[in-house]
């Protein structure tokens, strides 16, 4: 079934002018939020979903294409915080707005730090208190206050995308 | 002898009665009076008047809700597409004024050859001071061409689309430029940070600084149009028993609200990277 794959396309790509246009313009002290991300995690997190994988993908490459990161570090940064979350749906599904949650901290926490630690091995002159009080701390905030209305709209997504069978 | 009758008598002194009550109201006596009997009558006047407009406006008023409903109606709309006119006029102006200003900057260094462009978007990531501007490839735009403001240096040209530009901007933690001091012509690095401040290193400890010193691009390394201004001094941090001394900046440019930069595309950045040395075998 391709339909859902081809639905990410415009969804991944709304987020990401989304994201470039106005979250990224809307700092908290030096952090800010990333909704890309939280939208292939809403979407991993969803029971229904099978083609979890084929939007961090797009996503991974779409958001390293438009950044300056190096080594397509969005896209390694995306896959680990998804596997974290595809984890995390096997075992506290039941709680789908707690598992959002952990998975922003978590998912937040290793992109940035990710980010952080190529930037410092690249000889970006970052200091990683500064990093940590400045950014990563405020970005997650930021992320967990989206995390819920994001997973809201991305579960009635998922809801027309693949509707509840009947059975009559 | 009757001279007057009886019959005639009474209507003459009816009419001097009159005559006399006219006189004596005229001459203001009998404005007490006066006021005694039609106070109360202007009284039940005012009350009856009241309850009939109230009665008045009670059976009128539907029909005239309706018809002010109707008007507020249109009104509301009319103001809310005159506000928006006056939204989209106060952005054209703004617009406006940064080209007008741009354009200064531009007829000020007929040398250089310029591509104006709006800036549209930000890097996605916290850590990266990268804007994302509306030309790109099919303007003439190329990797490493600086961009300016009216104001002053902003960055240069990281990567190019065929319609779109990402600039590396002068705060991002990995921008490091070669600058002078106008007072003092030294030579000396500026290096971003993740917070947007800017510190200018590597000055020797002998220059003489002092707040508000204006910091130029040097052109050294071939990156930037030398005499470009950056920014100046803020505080200066002066460590006995160290090399050098730094210095904090406050960059020409307001990269907050950058919305229009302009690029130069007559200046050819030098790529020194063959010249640098490296370990051979």
């Known amino acids: 079934m391709i339909m859902p794959v081809l639905i990410g396309i415009p969804v991944l790509l709304l987020s990401l002018v989304i994201q470039t246009t106005a979250f990224s313009r809307l700092p908290l002290l030096y952090g800010t939020a990333d909704i890309v991300m939280l939208v292939i995690l809403a979407w991993m997190l969803n029971e229904r979903v099978k083609h979890g994988w084929e939007w961090v993908l797009m996503a991974g490459i779409m958001v390293s294409f438009v950044s300056a990161l190096p080594f397509f570090t969005p896209l390694w940064g995306y896959l680990a915080a998804a596997g974290l979350s595809f984890w995390l749906k096997k075992r506290i599904w039941q709680s789908p707005v707690l598992a959002m949650l952990v998975s922003t901290f978590i998912g937040t926490m290793i992109m940035l730090l990710l980010s952080m630690v190529v930037l410092q091995i690249n000889g970006s002159a970052i200091s990683t208190k500064e990093a940590f009080n400045l950014v990563i701390l405020p970005s997650l905030l930021w992320n967990l206050i989206l995390s819920i209305p994001v997973y809201s709209i991305i579960n009635e997504l998922v809801d027309w995308v693949y509707p509840d069978e009947v059975n009559v | ?281």
Request: proline share 6%.
């Open chain 2, 1 to 281: 002898m009757k001279i007057l009758s009886p019959g005639k008598v009474r209507p003459l002194i009816v009419a001097l009665v009159l005559a006399g009550i006219v006189i004596m109201a005229l001459a203001g006596y009998l404005a007490p009076l006066l006021r005694m009997a039609i106070n109360p009558v202007v009284d039940v006047q005012s009350w009856i008047s009241t309850r009939y407009m109230a009665l008045y406006d009670f059976i009128t008023v539907p029909r005239d809700i309706a018809s002010l409903r109707q008007q507020n109606a249109v009104l509301t709309n009319a103001n809310s597409q005159l506000q928006t006119q006056i939204i989209q006029l106060q952005q054209q102006l703004k617009e406006a004024e940064v080209l007008y200003a741009l354009l200064d900057f531009a007829r000020s260094r007929p040398e250089n050859e310029y591509v104006a462009s709006a800036v549209i978007g930000r890097d996605p990531s916290p850590f990266m001071s990268y804007v994302i501007i509306d030309h790109g490839s099919d303007d003439g735009l190329r990797h490493g061409m600086p961009v300016v403001t009216q104001q002053g240096l902003v960055g240069r040209v990281d990567a190019v689309t065929s319609s779109a530009a990402r600039l590396q901007l002068i705060t991002d933690p990995g921008s490091s430029i070669n600058v002078r001091l106008q007072s003092t012509q030294t030579e000396a690095l500026l290096q971003g940070s993740i917070t947007g401040d800017l510190t200018l290193e590597m000055i020797p400890q002998e220059t003489k600084l002092k707040a508000g010193d204006l910091v130029l691009t040097s052109g050294l390394g071939g990156g930037y149009p030398s005499d470009v201004l950056v920014g100046q001094v803020v505080s200066i941090q002066h460590r006995e028993g160290e090399l050098f001394q730094s210095a904090s900046i406050q960059p020409a440019v307001d990269f907050s609200s950058l919305r229009a930069v302009l690029v130069i595309t007559n200046f050819k950045p030098v790529d020194i990277e063959p010249l640098t040395p490296t370990l051979s075998p």
